[in-house]
């Protein structure tokens, strides 16, 4: 059985640029969430997707958006990328979110020069 | 604001020994606790827990949850380097939110 793939894993860009990352989460899952990752904040809640439909956010600007397709893929887009964006990026996949565990992906290494 | 500490942040100890990391919480709507293991990049799973006082075991891994205290710990007997990773406590919330703690970073030295 597969496991949630993230892609790319690393990735460098400039300030203000804009980029997409993605994330396939386990067959029959069906809720992604999003997670970002850095030394100074840990792991911090982003959004979470369940049937191409947003159900939670959390406090992130609006430069931070997401969007899951109906086979449950989901992408995550962050506009005018600043170099506090510089982070990991995970992704967790679930049955259907609450109660049923998570799985995470690899991430993918996100650098802003 | 929901909010979840561990303890302690980083431990260092020899391989053989027996660790106690520690997870308090705070928030609202609670769902479960979930420990996981970083050692690169993909947090593992190892252990949810939803209901007081039921000890879950996963090998020299154990875990239990005290929901009146607020509070869980996760026990690892007979360490070996390779349990060398950071622990993570994370709770769940409604709507499917994780808040996770700092972390506990584990060095087991052989």
């Known amino acids: 059985k597969a496991g949630v793939t993230q892609t790319p894993r690393y990735l460098i860009k400039t300030r203000g640029q804009q980029v997409t990352l993605s994330c396939s989460p386990i067959s029959g899952h069906r809720s992604v969430s999003w997670y970002q990752q850095t030394p100074g904040q840990g792991l911090q809640f982003l959004f979470e997707?369940?049937?191409?439909?947003?159900?939670n956010k959390g406090n992130f600007p609006g430069r931070f958006s997401g969007r899951q397709f109906s086979n449950s893929r989901s992408e995550m887009n962050v506009s005018t990328l600043e170099l506090g964006d510089s982070a990991l990026y995970l992704c967790a996949s679930s049955p259907s979110g609450q109660g049923y565990g998570y799985t995470f992906g690899s991430g993918t290494r996100l650098t802003v020069v | 604001e929901d909010k979840v500490v561990q303890s302690p942040l980083s431990l260092v100890v020899h391989e053989g020994d027996t660790v106690t990391l520690n997870c308090s919480y705070e928030v609202t709507n609670f769902r479960s606790l979930l420990w996981y293991k970083q050692e690169k990049k993909a947090p593992t799973f190892l252990f949810m827990l939803?209901?007081?006082?039921i000890e879950k075991k996963s090998g020299r891994l154990s875990s239990i949850l005290d929901k009146k205290e607020l509070f869980s710990i996760l026990n690892i007997t007979a360490t070996q380097t390779g349990d060398s990773a950071v622990y993570l406590c994370?709770?769940?919330?409604?709507?499917?939110?994780?808040?996770f703690g700092e972390g506990t970073q584990l060095t087991v030295n052989p």
């Open positions: 994370a709770v769940e919330t409604s709507g499917s939110r994780l808040t």
């Open positions: 997707y369940f049937s191409e439909t947003q159900r």
């Open positions: 939803t209901s007081s006082g």
